[in-house]
């Protein structure tokens, strides 16, 4: 559970809008209802935008009720549907979004999804003056100022569960296997992943690695009679796939592991417990910041606690690895 900040409600909205934007996240459907129960719980009308900020310049939007999020906490993806918008980057397409969402008088938009909505949603209220507020909706958790994101525990748990069963083909067939979790820039889901699957060896963006190191350590484990088969969990790095070309180079040096991709299947499914939680909580928390005359922030957890973390920050800096928890994660796998 989270402590959440109290906050004097000092202002009001007649109507504000609500979208999913970027990649889809699990739990991106309840923290939709958050926003919208929490809204209507103030007498402020909500609209769903549907396909992110495609559908916010094509006016694409229909008001919602209490119904129109019944039944949907439970169900992976996005109702409001999810798109990327290149022409949002341009400021005259971010006026244009402005003067459609004043013409059906909203004046807040919470926008869900990673840096790259976010960075939109600050753009939009530097240019426009339109009050926003960001949620943290993402599978990577690489998200300045926040130490969880929507979707990152289902993205973890779906690994884990595809892991699980491949380490009895692993065990059975006296194997390695190679298995490749999302994470582009940073290493958060291969981190947990590989620590919760008890991974032989974990491969990060965060740490280089040597092929020959690789091989070694797999040698070594043979050896010692601890590792005839194993899981080594690499995260994807600059694009999907590369772990094909790691697994050719591992036969180069007398190792022949299997590659297992996991790709989509870690963005989908019911969210978890905890996502749903994480997202009921900041999706209500964004309508009480923005009562409370709060915008151009997005809603986080720090320490078990949700606060407001400034748009700007969220977008200027960079979320490193913890580099203890990486050393940790990669030690007792040795
Ligand atoms: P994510 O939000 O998951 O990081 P993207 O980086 O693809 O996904 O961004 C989603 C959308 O956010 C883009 O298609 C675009 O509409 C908007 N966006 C991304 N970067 C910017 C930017 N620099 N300026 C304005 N809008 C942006």
């Known amino acids: 559970m989270y402590t959440l900040p109290s906050?004097?409600?000092?202002?009001?909205?007649?109507?504000?809008?609500?979208?999913?934007?970027?990649g889809d996240a699990p739990g991106m459907n309840p923290a939709i209802r958050g926003v919208v129960r929490a809204a209507l719980g103030q007498g402020i009308r909500v609209f769903g935008i549907n396909r992110g900020y495609s559908g916010l310049i094509a006016g694409d939007m229909e008001e919602m009720n209490s119904a129109s999020v019944s039944n949907i906490v439970q169900r992976g993806g996005t109702i409001l549907k999810s798109d990327r918008c290149e022409g949002f980057k341009r400021p005259e397409v971010r006026a244009q979004a402005a003067e459609i969402l004043r013409n059906h008088s909203i004046d807040a938009l919470v926008v869900i999804g990673g840096d790259g909505s976010?960075?939109?949603?600050?753009?939009?209220?530097e240019e426009t003056g339109i009050d926003v507020i960001g949620l943290p909706g993402t599978i990577d958790n690489d998200i300045f100022g926040t130490d969880d994101t929507i979707g990152f525990d289902t993205a973890v748990n779906t690994a884990l569960d595809a892991i699980d069963k491949i380490r009895d083909t692993a065990t059975s067939h006296e194997r390695h296997f190679l298995v490749e979790v999302m994470g582009r820039n940073s290493g958060f889901i291969a981190i947990n992943v590989g620590m919760a699957a008890g991974a032989e060896l974990i491969v990060v963006p965060e740490r280089a690695v040597e092929v020959s190191q690789i091989s070694q350590e797999l040698a070594e484990s043979r050896q010692a009679g601890t590792g005839s088969s194993g899981i080594i969990v690499v995260a994807e790095g600059p694009e999907p796939g590369l772990t094909y070309r790691l697994a050719e180079r591992l036969r180069e040096h007398n190792q022949d592991p299997r590659v297992c991709i996991l790709g989509h299947i870690q963005r989908g499914g019911s969210p978890?417990?905890?996502?749903?939680?994480?997202?009921t909580c900041m999706g209500a928390m964004a309508v009480r910041y923005l009562c409370a005359g709060y915008s151009d922030i997005m809603v986080g957890v720090r320490d078990g606690r949700i606060l407001d973390v400034p748009l700007h920050d969220v977008i200027s800096f960079r979320k490193g690895l913890d580099p203890t928890l990486l050393d940790l994660a990669l030690q007792v796998h040795r």
């Open 272 to 279: 978890t417990g905890h996502d749903r939680v994480l997202a």
């Open 7 to 22: 906050l004097e409600i000092t202002r009001t909205y007649k109507a504000i809008a609500v979208l999913t934007s970027g």
């Open 118 to 125: 976010l960075t939109g949603a600050h753009l939009l209220f």
